[in-house]
């Protein structure tokens, strides 16, 4: 099957994509690229290319969604805290990696780095 421009063109303008986009990903150069509307030719190749693009960018896509649904709710995790405390906890441990959830697993289980942490924080209160 010869694969000709009235094809392709649509398709990469059906997925938002522009030609350099396509000659970047595909590492084809970008002036080959345009002459295949000139010779109304476009390699077999050209098309498994575009469509592996358009398939990694729908899976892109959904991989985004997913992230941000399974983010929220670790966000919004319930610690029986008020919003005051947990302000309070993340203004104690700025500057650190640690998440409120990481705060409350190392008091209840005795984590040396966060007392140690807290023991400073008590120390410069009083």
């Known amino acids: 099957m010869e694969i000709t ?8 303008k059906k997925n938002n994509f522009k030609k350099k986009e396509f000659a970047h990903y595909s590492k084809i150069p970008y002036d080959n690229v345009v002459e295949w509307k000139k010779k109304e030719y ?14 990694r960018k729908k899976l892109d896509e959904e991989t985004e969604k997913l992230l941000k649904r399974n983010l929220q709710p670790i ?14 906890l993340k203004s104690l441990f700025c500057g650190t990696n640690f998440t409120i959830d990481d705060i409350l697993k ?15 924080i008590y120390k410069n209160y009083n």
């Open 75 to 88: 966000v919004n995790q319930n610690h029986n805290l008020t919003k005051t405390e947990e302000n309070r």
């Open 5 to 12: 421009n009235t094809i392709f063109e649509p398709l990469l």
């Open 42 to 55: 476009v390699p077999p190749y050209a098309m498994v290319i575009l469509k592996d693009m358009i398939y």
């Open 106 to 120: 190392g008091i209840k289980n005795k984590n040396k780095k966060v007392m140690k942490k807290l023991e400073k």
